[in-house]
């Protein structure tokens, strides 16, 4: 879990850092523009409007005001923020101690086989620990929840496989911003705004590691949840 808090200056140079380019290369490909049959557009004009289920709101980094609400409609729950880049879990050639100065080898949740979660290959998202804020249990988001994240026209389908600080929202893990095509270097990546985090109640992916499986029923809530909103 990474929390920053970068100046215009540390911005502006992250963005000329070499790391970045293979997932600004992946941003030109095609086949990573869409899983499944969903449209983005369809999906954000369901969530344009927002009626807050959380009491208060969350920052989306240390510092930052706190003016981001988590909302809710029938059959999910969803916010618009950042995304920082969570390279916690099992580590690997590119989310280890060396890479990320914040790395943990622990995952709130864990695979099937009890190994922590891999944030280099398993795109998954990071919801804020449960507290007065907001209770994500209480709306049916647990471990392995799916999720459709939504990024410059791209649906990235992913499952909820941490908890961040409780009151910080926006972050996801390395797999996830690379397919999306965001800057995913856990030291420079992730994206200030423009993120949209939408969580399907009472979902679960089967077993949490299987991509597949989060696709597969990701791609069905969310045509489920276009025809009942």
């Known amino acids: 879990m990474l929390v920053r808090l970068l100046t215009p200056a540390a911005a502006g140079a992250a963005l000329l850092i070499p790391t970045a380019l293979p997932a600004i290369a992946q941003a030109n490909d095609p086949s990573a523009r869409r899983e499944g049959t969903v449209r983005a557009a369809d999906l954000l004009a369901k969530v344009r409007a927002c009626v807050q289920v959380s009491h208060s709101r969350y920052r989306r980094d240390q510092g930052a005001p706190a003016d981001i609400p988590v909302c809710g409609k029938r059959g999910a729950v969803f916010w618009k923020a950042d995304m ?80 961040g600080p409780k009151d910080i929202i926006g972050e996801a893990s390395y797999a996830t911003a690379k397919a999306l095509g965001i800057p995913a270097n856990p030291r420079t990546g992730g994206v200030g705004s423009g993120v949209t985090y939408i969580v399907f109640r009472n979902s679960r992916a089967s077993p949490i590691e299987s991509h597949r499986a989060a696709v597969a029923q990701g791609n069905a809530l969310a045509r489920k949840f276009l025809r009942e909103n």
Do not use: K, M
């Open 84 to 163: 920082d880049i969570d390279c916690d879990g099992r580590p690997g050639l590119l989310c280890n101690r060396q890479t990320d100065p914040f790395f943990s080898p622990a995952t709130a949740f864990r695979q099937s086989d009890g190994r922590y979660l891999s944030a280099e290959t398993l795109p998954y998202i990071v919801v804020p620990g449960a507290s007065g804020i907001w209770d994500h249990r209480a709306h049916g988001v647990n471990g392995g929840a799916v999720a459709a994240v939504i990024y410059q026209g791209r649906i990235q389908y992913a499952v909820v496989g941490d908890t």
